[in-house]
């Protein structure tokens, strides 16, 4: 029997369906790889796990707290108090997009098949991102409602249709797929997972320790550009003092995303790979 | 579709990886790409792939360079290392995420699993493949786009003895067919027996780009095993004649400093029976050995007197 019975043909194919293809390819490679959706139920247990606990917890503690510790609590912030920990696996799915087929050698095969490195990346900033950008609007609101539900006790829930809430649920998705695309510009510049992820612990949580300690203002100004920051100030119902303009710290925190995939794009095009 | 390589040079870092390297890769025949490990053939298939890029010279497939293919699979099919794959993923999945890049049907997946022989496991994740299985997993992935090109580094790692005949079948057919096939080995004795064609390199450098018939006729004045009923008698006429004669443990002359024609002719002219008349394989690999060792102990000599590095 011949080992090419059946001919694949190649057709003149048009630029939108050559990156449909690779669109589809990057999409079954994560469908196909089981470490996706533990990481999805894990982000999802801690991010709609932790709100409602802290919750509870404080709506039990209400009638101990003082007037200024009462006057001091924010709602929409308990909301989002396990998307802390639930961001750095969503940006981890981001790094291993890539870092993975770093480690097993894949990644030639991948551009054996496909030699427009930048092409690929962009279909990978497009599966990710989509991902992050559902899952994590997802995650904001399935997380708001049980939270508000059991702060109703305080006096303090927020009802959706408060000023500024649907803004600051959707915002908490743009921010998930801001820092999951960030992963997979670390992961692609580092080749390597444990590179990636220690790259985003460094920005999300290391970062923001060394600055707090510069002295004012610049502990502040320079503080606001830092993602966690720029999270606080898109998500947070009223703007803090010194804080970016919402637009402004939009750009800011989408300049993350940009430049990190920029250099990786950069980095794929010129070195072997 | 030739493989056309073209004076390429390329270094990491200081290590010189391939030099100067020429040679052209024709159409209907397996082609041998030859040379010990380290040797830079790794090198070179990655840079025909694209993925590495020469520091010097250029490399062009059917005239194009590959990184301006579009869906290249239909044109070149190659597998580097059947190692590269995801563990978690099944082998049906790393095939159609390659299926899918080029514009392949998923049924053509299906088709070729089964053709490899792996029909029964494509729904099982890879991580639980034996080497042999990820060869053919990788094989497979290759003539996915059913190209003119093909090319396979150290195919026969982990195959079983079947399997190694089943490779060489489909190289054979596939060279038949008109296709242009580039495989590579570290062993002469492996290649002997599928190549129509060599190409072999030492330390990045050309060797030889001969038929495999001519490079095994050059390397067998090496040594001859005759196996002959009167022994003692051979002996003394191949020694007549210049040969250096040494009788094995196992009743068999190895002999040095005569072609086995020569012997033949001798024999038949001082009437004496033979048994067996071949030449001695392992010698054929020492000679192989000695033919690349001896490139390099050249250049780093060469390097050396003219204070190159």
């Given at each position: 029997m011949s080992m090419l019975t059946a001919t694949a043909r190649l057709a003149t194919v048009g630029p939108a369906a050559w990156f449909k293809g690779l669109i589809s390819a990057e999409t079954v490679k994560l469908r196909a790889t089981r470490s996706t959706y533990a990481m999805l139920t894990g982000a999802t247990a801690l991010a709609v796990g932790i709100g409602p606990l802290v919750a509870k917890s404080t709506a039990s503690r209400w009638p101990h707290l003082t007037a200024a510790e009462r006057a001091g609590f924010d709602p929409m912030a308990t909301t989002f108090r396990g998307f802390e920990i639930a961001q750095l696996i969503i940006a981890t799915l981001g790094v291993l997009a890539v870092s993975s087929e770093y480690s097993t050698g894949l990644i030639r095969t991948t551009f054996a098949a496909a030699p427009q490195r930048r092409a690929v990346l962009a279909a990978k900033a497009l599966v990710i991102g989509a991902i992050a950008l559902l899952i994590g609007t997802a995650l904001s609101f399935a997380t708001f409602f049980p939270t508000q539900a059991l702060l109703d006790p305080t006096g303090t829930s927020l009802a959706?249709?408060?000023?500024g809430v649907v803004r600051a649920l959707l915002a908490m998705g743009v921010y998930l797929t801001a820092i999951a695309l960030t992963g997979l510009g670390l992961g692609t510049l580092t080749r390597s997972t444990a590179g990636g992820v220690a790259g985003l612990f460094g920005l999300v949580f290391l970062v923001p320790g060394a600055v707090s300690a510069l002295p004012a203002p610049w502990n502040v100004r320079i503080g606001t550009w830092l993602p966690g920051d720029l999270a606080g100030q898109l998500t947070g119902l009223h703007l803090q003092a010194g804080a970016l303009s919402r637009p402004a710290s939009l750009i800011v925190l989408l300049l993350y995303p940009i430049v990190f995939l920029g250099l990786a794009a950069i980095r794929l095009h010129r070195q072997d790979a | 579709m030739k493989i056309e390589v073209a004076d390429v040079t390329k270094r990491y870092g200081e290590a010189v990886?391939?030099?100067g390297l020429t040679f052209t890769v024709e159409p209907g025949r397996v082609t041998g790409f030859l040379?010990?490990?380290?040797?830079g053939k790794s090198t070179t298939m990655r840079m025909i792939l694209g993925l590495d890029t020469p520091d010097r010279g250029d490399i062009a497939i059917g005239g194009h360079?590959?990184?301006?293919?579009?869906?290249p699979m239909h044109q070149v099919g190659a597998l580097l290392d059947a190692t590269a794959v995801h563990p978690a993923r099944t082998g049906t999945a790393h095939l159609r995420a390659l299926a899918c890049a080029n514009g392949i049907a998923p049924s053509r997946v299906d088709a070729l699993l089964e053709q490899v022989g792996l029909g029964s496991v494509a729904r099982r994740r890879v991580g639980g493949y034996s080497l042999g299985m990820k060869q053919r997993l990788g094989i497979a992935g290759a003539l996915l786009g059913d190209p003119s090109v093909l090319m396979f580094d150290?195919?026969?790692?982990?195959?079983?003895p079947e399997g190694v005949r089943w490779l060489r079948d489909l190289l054979r057919d596939l060279a038949a067919e008109g296709r242009t096939v580039l495989v590579s080995s570290h062993l002469l004795s492996e290649m002997s027996q599928t190549a129509d064609h060599l190409i072999v390199i030492g330390r990045g450098r050309l060797i030889a780009d001969t038929s495999t018939q001519d490079f095994i006729a050059d390397g067998s004045a090496a040594r001859v095993i005759v196996r002959a009923p009167y022994g003692g008698d051979l002996a003394r006429v191949l020694i007549a004649d210049g040969a250096a004669v040494e009788a094995r443990g196992d009743g068999t002359l190895a002999v040095t400093d005569l072609t086995a024609a020569r012997i033949g002719h001798l024999a038949h002219e001082a009437g004496l029976e033979l048994h067996e008349l071949r030449p001695d394989q392992a010698s054929l690999e020492e000679a192989f050995m000695q033919l690349t060792a001896d490139a390099v102990e050249h250049r780093a000599l060469a390097a050396e007197l003219t204070g190159e590095r």
């Open positions: 959706l249709g408060h000023p | 990886a391939v030099s040379g010990p490990n380290g040797s360079r590959y990184r301006g293919l579009v869906r150290e195919p026969v790692n982990g195959l079983d």
